[in-house]
Nanobody, 121 residues
Framework: EVHLVESGGGEVQAGGSMRLSCTASKNVFDDYDMGWYRQVPGNECEFVVSISGEGDTYYADAVKGRFTISQDIAKNTVYLQMNNLKPEDTARYYC???????????????WGQGTQVTVSS
């Protein structure tokens, strides 16, 4: 079983920046990508970004050019730098350690509690 430790999140004004990080209890990059999903109550759990062990990155169209994912494989850690945040980025963000594709889900709950990101206008 993989345990994830997330940090970051909180509230920021529109146009501001925020950084999330996520550390897995063991290396998962041999089998999966890591990244983030996000969910707003009443909406689907939507794909945001992922990175492979080789450093290949995938971004949802809504965050391209504003969000940047990076990794420290030796630390089993991924980072998400979020710039030019918009109110529509407000959601609970979930670090995902077992990404195989970029499908959306009904719920993000299987990845733990997540962290709240609130962008005020």
């Amino acid at each position: 079983e993989v345990h994830l430790v997330e940090s970051g999140g909180g509230e920021v004004q529109a146009g501001g920046s925020m950084r999330l990080s996520c550390t897995a209890s063991k290396n998962v990059f041999d089998d999966y990508d890591m990244g983030w999903y996000r969910q707003v109550p009443g909406n689907e759990c939507e794909f945001v970004v992922s990175i492979s062990g080789e450093g290949d990155t995938y971004y949802a169209d809504a965050v391209k050019g504003r969000f940047t994912i990076s990794q420290d494989i030796a630390k089993n850690t991924v980072y998400l730098q979020m710039n030019n945040l918009k109110p529509e980025d407000t959601a609970r963000y979930y670090c995902a350690h077992d990404i195989l594709g970029r499908s959306d889900y009904a719920s993000c709950n299987h990845w733990g509690q997540g962290t709240q990101v609130t962008v005020s206008s």
